[in-house]
């Protein structure tokens, strides 16, 4: 786990310091105190998830994934595959299964009480990135118990897919200005900032689109996939989570138990329909 901390706080220090220069929506203006406190919070949420990973999960993980091997269980074990094909497959698979999993925190009422935690944040930073509701967590482990032995997907694997995994997610949350031509050329790559600050708009067809996780093409085909032009223009967060007490630490872990319902608008506003782009 220790590479894997590292990283996460190299990549997160240096987008932290590239937001206070180059930020794309001008969100703390001259309120680096409040900036902070955002950050902390969402920085706290992630360490504490993952100190719940390694304490309830991880063991359990590391036993399923080795029995699934030893009795030569999982999609990929079907076949005798070269090395780096298998482990190109490996990340193609997961990264496939993230992006059903995603969507579905959308689709399944039950899973989207949680995952709302993630998208109640009006100010969308790298640290958002590890905003996460610990229920939501345990979930997705519990998930990846069936996901690894039926893929096939080793343990190393799933540490080289996390590896890149974490840098993509903390640069298509982040809050920095990216030239235009670099954020849609990388896109031919990975999810980008474009792309996800459309996904974390407050307005529901916008929120659900974009599940893409690394690769953006799972969007593409199952036509999920939407970019617009006017990107400052979005409302990040969720109406009914605005209030200061769903912000702090108490109110996030209790956003599953508030009722609420998710309304679709049949007309779509100016601002928010103008520059609208699907892509298939």
């Known amino acids: 786990m ?20 180059i930020p794309y929506y001008a969100e703390f203006p001259g309120e680096l105190r409040r900036r902070l406190q955002h950050d902390a919070r969402n920085a706290f949420v992630g360490l504490f998830n993952a100190i719940l990973m390694i304490l309830c999960f991880s063991g359990v993980l590391a036993f399923i994934e080795n ?3 030893t009795q030569g269980i999982g999609l990929l074990r079907l076949f005798s595959w070269p090395t780096a094909l298998e482990t190109v497959l490996a990340i193609l698979l997961f990264d496939f299964w993230m992006y059903l999993w995603h969507r579905a925190n959308h689709v399944v009422p039950f899973l989207w009480r949680f995952h709302r935690m993630h998208h109640s944040d009006p100010r969308m ?4 990135a590890l905003r996460f509701h610990p229920g939501e967590v345990a979930l997705s482990a519990l998930a990846r118990m069936l996901v690894l032995p ?18 993509v997610i903390l640069l298509h949350h982040s809050n920095v200005r990216l030239p235009r031509w670099l954020d849609h050329g990388l896109l031919a790559l990975i999810v980008t900032p474009a792309m996800h600050r459309v996904h974390h708009s407050r307005w529901r067809p916008e929120t659900d689109s974009n599940y893409s996780s690394v690769f953006p093409y ?3 085909i199952f036509r999920t996939f939407r970019l617009r032009a006017d990107t400052h223009a979005i409302n990040l967060g969720l109406d009914e989570f605005d209030g200061q007490e769903w912000q702090g630490l108490p109110g996030l872990l209790k956003t599953p138990l508030r009722k609420t319902h998710r309304e679709t608008k049949d007309d779509e506003p100016t601002a928010e329909s103008e520059g609208d782009r699907d892509r298939s």
């Open 2 to 21: 220790e590479p894997k901390a590292y990283l996460t706080a190299l990549v997160l220090a240096t987008l932290w310091i590239a937001e206070g220069f």
């Open 67 to 69: 029995w699934s091997r």
């Open 125 to 128: 930073d790298a640290s958002t």
């Open 150 to 167: 039926l893929f096939g997907i080793s343990l190393p694997q799933l540490a080289l897919y996390e590896a890149i995994l974490l840098p």
């Open 218 to 220: 799972w969007d593409w």
